[in-house]
């Protein structure tokens, strides 16, 4: 098939990449330097090429346009749509230019608030003259950034939103000729506006897990508690589940912060009140809060080495990372911060200037410091020589948000955590 992406962030160019395999892809980005720069990486991929426009020839043969563009939030929480309808204005432009006869599939799979596909389809409708054989679904993608090509091609479900009158097994068999997907996987097939809302929810109720898990923990604090075997006990249990129950500084990123709040501005738009969803982000943001607390507490010296700045292991992404919300805290408290990560310095670097220091090196890290915070969750800060890190500190404290060292607490430094 002839496959067009619009968007080429994690989503868009994972999918250029699996689905290259065994079509012909063309990524749409509006940002040439990246255009170009991904037309380098892939230049042996011969599936696969990056442009900034589409031109007749290509739209003509395209069989499925996949639209991946981002939704960042609005200052009052709302979605923004402006990309997603700047691609249905490019649609409607090449449909009104150039004359194509086989149908074509367009779907949308960035994450919009309910009634937005419904909307996009007859925006699009309504625009174009004359042939107007397409169709338009709704697929959410539920793959996590750092794991993408393993979630696409390992999906647990696929959900597709389609206009209801269309044949359901249809949409299954494209799937399936798309991305070569075995039998055994689960499809739901349903409306748009039932596909979009599965999205928010399936999101904010991974968030709300990992709140409820963040309470507990405050709780287990306060009470002699031990929170990772309360996670444990509890994650063994099928009907809970053993995954995002690991506690400490929250939740961050470029999905889970911008779609719980969309959800919850759509809940006050309809008067719905989401009171567990508002309690949810109240506890992430209130992880946060306590942790600063316990530095200033706790932690005599000013000087704190920062291990972790993107916002989860396996990722140089720091949009919306907790790390960089405690950076930022201790930073308006004239705290010195020091920062470590093995993905994220550049980017770091890009938001910090000169704000902080930026070490690639571990041991030039700790130098002369009063803490280790361990504020992103990546494995390596689990196999340092803590011990040895010590002779090169001020004082010996770690804070530890993320329980990464908290069945290995190093001898002889003082331990704390959330
Ligand atoms: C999330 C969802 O997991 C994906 O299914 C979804 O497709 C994606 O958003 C999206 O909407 O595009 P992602 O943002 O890549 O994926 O990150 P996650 O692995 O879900 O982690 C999110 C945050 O939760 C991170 O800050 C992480 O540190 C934190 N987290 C995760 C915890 O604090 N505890 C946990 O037990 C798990």
Do not use: Q
Not at 366 to 381: F, L, S
């Amino acid at each position: 098939m002839n496959i067009i992406v619009y968007g080429t962030g994690y989503v868009g160019l994972s999918l250029c990449r699996v689905l290259s395999n065994k079509h012909n892809v063309i990524g749409v980005d509006i940002d040439s330097d990246k255009v170009n720069l991904l037309n380098a990486c892939y230049f042996n991929n011969s599936n696969l090429k990056f442009i900034n426009e589409i031109n007749e020839n290509e739209f003509v043969n395209t069989d499925v346009i996949f639209i991946t563009v981002g939704t960042p939030s609005n200052e009052d929480g709302s979605t923004n749509l402006e990309y997603v309808f700047n691609v249905a204005d490019d649609i409607i432009k090449c449909y009104n230019l150039y004359e194509r006869d086989k149908e074509l599939v367009i779907i949308l799979k960035s994450t919009v608030p309910c009634g937005t596909t419904a909307k996009f389809n007859n925006y699009i409708r309504e625009k174009i003259c004359g042939c107007n054989k397409f169709r338009v679904l709704f697929n959410p993608e539920f793959l996590r950034e750092g794991n993408e090509i393993y979630d696409l091609t390992h999906p647990d479900r696929i959900v597709i939103g389609c206009d209801c009158s269309n044949n359901n097994n249809k949409e299954k068999e494209l799937f399936i000729d798309l991305y070569e997907y075995n039998n055994s996987i689960p499809f739901v097939t349903t409306d748009y506006n039932t596909a979009e809302m599965i999205k928010y929810a399936a999101n904010s109720f991974l968030a709300l897990k990992i709140s409820f898990i963040n309470e507990i923990s405050e709780l287990c604090n306060k009470l002699n508690a031990d929170i990772v075997k309360v996670a444990e006990g509890i994650g063994y249990d099928t009907r809970i589940g053993n995954k995002f129950l690991n506690s400490g500084l929250g939740w961050g990123g470029s999905c889970f912060p911008k779609d719980c709040h969309s959800l919850l501005y759509e809940g006050n738009r309809i008067g719905c009140n989401m009171e567990i969803l508002k309690s949810s982000i109240n506890t992430n943001d209130r992880c946060v809060d306590r942790a600063v607390e316990i530095l200033e507490n706790e932690i005599s010296g000013k000087t704190f080495a920062i291990f972790g700045i993107a916002f989860k292991e396996g990722t140089d992404d720091i949009r919306d990372s907790v790390s960089v919300r405690l950076c930022d805290k201790l930073l308006n408290k004239w705290y010195k911060l020091k920062i470590n990560d093995p993905m994220a310095l550049g980017n770091a670097k890009r938001y910090y200037g000169d704000k902080v220091e930026i070490c690639n090196n571990i041991e030039e890290c700790v130098k002369d410091v009063d803490c280790i915070v361990i504020a992103t969750e990546w494995e390596c800060y689990k196999h340092l020589n803590y011990e040895c890190l010590g002779d090169l500190m001020k004082n010996r404290n770690i804070f530890d948000g993320r329980h990464l060292l908290y069945n290995r607490v190093p001898k002889g430094f003082k331990y704390l955590h959330l």
